[in-house]
């Protein structure tokens, strides 16, 4: 397997390491904008199976020559998901299979956007389904952490847990800090304010809804001495993948956040800095958000100021296998000071990159296969999670409370 690995960011710069101990494939060339931080990625790992060129992400014609140049069989997107669809259809242009960790960005409904879903996020790549196939070529989407090992342990709880399912919540929480920094995010600004300033998406008898940003709140107690966390709905892909192939009554995304991270993204909102078109500011033109961007530290470099656990699970609720209710938390933890001891990558960013690479391996070995596009729900959960215990990150699930009969 040849990829074209776009994006030598934070998860991107993290993919490298982890891929370079492993031997499913034959070459990946990093691409990314600036030259210097692809060959930085690449420099960092020296191992000639890697490769650093420059690439502008959002010229599909240029992405497409990159691919057949480099005679590449997947392209792997891990950049801002503004980018997706040149990515997306360059991909099937050149005949090559592609994954992603975040869809094509949605648009909230003209008159309603609290109660109905616009254009959903994936919407559309999903129109594209029947040319995908038609190609005979795997569009493997949302396949990250949250997107995509979430989706993995439903498909698993649906597969092994459950008889019928009355809830899939996506939990997402953490203890991290960043020492020095009175507001520091350890992930893209850009994709933050992305999916949490729309209007997030539920699922919930046979039908998606959207609700106002940061409803619902819950407290929701984590493991790993994490410990209670509110966390409130935000848009993410799981609502929108988890309905196409698990039957669950309701499906829910709900992220740990803090007050203070919330305020700060309702106060972007407010004074417009939340948006992505440009305005002109004297003789240059420069998106809000771009710049709100440019003023933040960059997550790749925040490893060594931060403290703490992140955690991605998915919390299900239903009727066991043996017709008895149940309540399952299937998670992954991983510790930033084991990630930056072991890999020199933060936790947030690690724990992002590590299950794509997963996928591609099963990919590679034959083990995933298909034509379309498909989410993670649509594979066996098994070798998935066996792999990460091989990766030497394995995931735990925790046994709740019993639900009331």
């Not at 990314?32 to 692809?38: E, H, P, T, V």
């Not at 597969?159 to 020095?180: A, K």
Request: glycine share 8%; aromatic share 10%.
């Amino acid at each position: 397997m040849r990829i074209l690995l776009v994006g030598a960011g934070g998860v991107g710069s993290a993919v490298v390491p982890i891929a370079a101990r492993r031997d499913f494939f034959e070459h990946i060339v990093v691409a990314d904008s600036q030259q210097s931080r692809a060959a930085r990625a690449v420099a960092g790992v020296d191992d000639p199976r890697f490769s650093a060129i420059t690439l502008d992400a959002s010229d599909r014609a240029q992405v497409e020559a990159a691919l057949r140049e480099h005679r590449c069989d997947v392209l792997f997107n891990a950049v801002d998901p503004r980018f997706t669809m040149p990515l997306f259809e360059a991909a099937l242009a050149a005949g090559a299979h592609y994954l992603d960790m975040a869809m094509s960005l949605s648009r909230p409904h003209p008159s309603e956007p609290y109660r109905m879903p616009g254009v959903k996020l994936g919407d559309r790549q999903f129109a594209l389904d029947g040319a995908w196939r038609a190609a005979d070529r795997l569009a493997l989407v949302g396949m990250g952490v949250e997107p995509g090992l979430a989706d993995v342990f439903a498909r698993y709880a649906a597969d092994h847990l459950f008889s019928s399912i009355d809830e899939v919540g996506v939990r997402d929480g953490s203890n991290l800090v960043v020492d020095g920094y009175d507001f520091a995010p350890t992930f893209s600004i850009w994709t933050t304010i992305e999916e949490c300033l729309n209007p997030p998406v539920v699922w919930e008898d046979g039908r998606w809804h959207t609700t106002e940003p940061f409803s619902e709140p819950e407290v929701f107690d984590f493991p790993a001495g994490i410990g209670p966390v509110e966390c409130v709905n935000v848009e993410h892909e799981e609502v929108v993948l988890v309905p196409r192939w698990i039957p669950a009554r309701k499906v829910t995304f709900k992220y740990g956040l803090g007050e203070e991270f919330i305020g700060v993204l309702k106060t972007l909102r407010k004074l417009g800095l939340d948006s992505p078109e440009k305005v002109r500011v004297g003789g240059a033109e420069v998106a809000p958000r771009d710049l709100v961007a440019a003023r933040l530290p960059d997550p790749a470099t925040l490893g060594e100021r931060m403290h703490g656990k992140t955690c991605a699970g998915t919390w299900v609720k239903g009727v066991g296998k043996d017709g008895v209710p149940r309540e399952v938390y299937l998670y992954h933890v991983v510790d930033n000071d084991w990630s930056m001891r072991e890999y020199g990558s933060q936790a947030v960013v690690w724990q992002t990159a590590v299950h794509p690479v997963v996928a591609l391996e099963l990919v590679a070995r034959g083990v995933w296969k298909g034509a379309g596009v498909l989410g993670p729900e649509a594979f066996d959960a098994v070798p998935f999670l066996d792999l990460l215990h091989e990766y030497g990150s394995p995931w735990e699930m925790r046994e709740e409370r019993q639900a009331a009969a």
